[in-house]
């Protein structure tokens, strides 16, 4: 039986090792612009995205005009590519932070953001602060489940 407890270990340890293995994730525009943080980082079957904000490359990266609603479907429209270009996906989505320049846009932000999870909520936390990146509004980060 110690024999058994014993080997059943080895291999749980050995596959949690793999599991617990971290990637950092650059997209080539994000190297290239240099940006302080990676894109993504993945551990193991979790991908954990850094925030982003409401930029367009129609926008020559600048955040799309139009206040918090158009800057929040922007911004959940980059978590939406983001995701899928390291091989998850909207309905895969656990948890979402959402950082607000002014806490008294958080309805307007929320009727944008729910349009992106029609099939369940993630948890999610919200607060307001200032100095967003660019003058954004919002900032939302997240972290999903890879398939």
């Known amino acids: 039986m110690k024999k058994i407890s014993l080997i059943s270990l080895l291999i749980f340890c050995s596959?949690?090792?793999e599991s617990s293995k971290v990637e950092y994730l650059q997209s080539d525009e994000n190297e290239?612009?240099?940006y302080p943080f990676s894109e993504?980082?993945?551990v193991g079957e979790i991908l954990y995205l850094s925030g982003q904000i409401g930029t367009s490359a129609k926008n020559e990266g600048g955040l799309v005009s139009g206040g918090i609603r158009e800057e929040t479907r922007q911004t959940m429209l980059n978590?939406?590519?983001?995701?899928?270009?390291y091989g998850s996906r909207m309905d895969d989505v656990i948890k979402c932070t959402c950082m607000l320049a002014d806490i008294?846009?958080?309805g307007a932000m929320s009727e944008e953001y729910i349009k992106f999870f029609p099939n369940h909520k993630p948890a999610?936390?919200?607060f307001a602060g200032t100095g967003l990146a660019l003058g954004a509004r919002v900032e939302i980060e997240c972290i999903a489940k890879i398939d």
């Open 104 to 106: 008294k846009e958080w």
């Open 32 to 34: 290239k612009n240099n």
């Open 79 to 85: 978590i939406k590519n983001t995701l899928e270009k």
């Open 40 to 42: 993504a980082v993945k």
């Open 15 to 17: 596959c949690s090792q």
């Open 124 to 126: 999610r936390s919200a």
